[in-house]
């Protein structure tokens, strides 16, 4: 099993930046794979980036088109934590965002993912 928590949310003024911060429990966490999904008011929940990481391999992201260039996914396995850092932030990036993870998947589909933190709002304004 594994728990993820979400933090870093908040109120940013157009152009600006944020981190997100997803939190995770359990001893293999290193081993699944991590992915940030969002979720705007009467739209469906969209892919945002995702990050997987092997011993033999190291890691392997995958981003949305929308968002290459501006976000960057990270993860720090000693900490069981994963970041999403949000640069050049625009109106359309409000939404809950949220985190999901899984073992072995990380694709766009979020009904792939199997554990999923309870989100955090990002909020830009104009």
């Known amino acids: 099993q594994v728990q993820l928590v979400e933090s870093g949310g908040e109120l940013v003024q157009a152009g600006g930046s944020l981190r997100l911060s997803c939190a995770a429990s359990?001893?293999?966490?290193?081993?699944?794979?991590t992915a940030w999904f969002r979720q705007a008011p009467g739209k469906e929940r969209e892919f945002v980036a995702a990050?997987?990481?092997?011993?033999?391999?190291?890691?392997?992201?995958n981003y949305a088109d929308s968002v290459k260039g501006r976000f960057t996914i990270s993860r720090d396995n000693a900490k069981n934590t994963v970041y999403l850092q949000m640069n050049s932030l625009n109106p359309e990036d409000t939404a809950v965002y949220y985190c999901?993870?899984?073992?072995?998947?990380?694709?766009?589909?979020?009904?792939?993912?199997?554990?999923w933190g309870q989100g955090t709002q990002v909020t830009v304004s104009s």
């Open positions: 990050i997987s990481w092997s011993s033999w391999s190291g890691s392997s992201t």
């Open positions: 999901a993870a899984d073992t072995s998947y990380y694709g766009i589909s979020w009904p792939e993912y199997d554990y």
């Open positions: 359990g001893r293999t966490f290193s081993s699944y794979a």
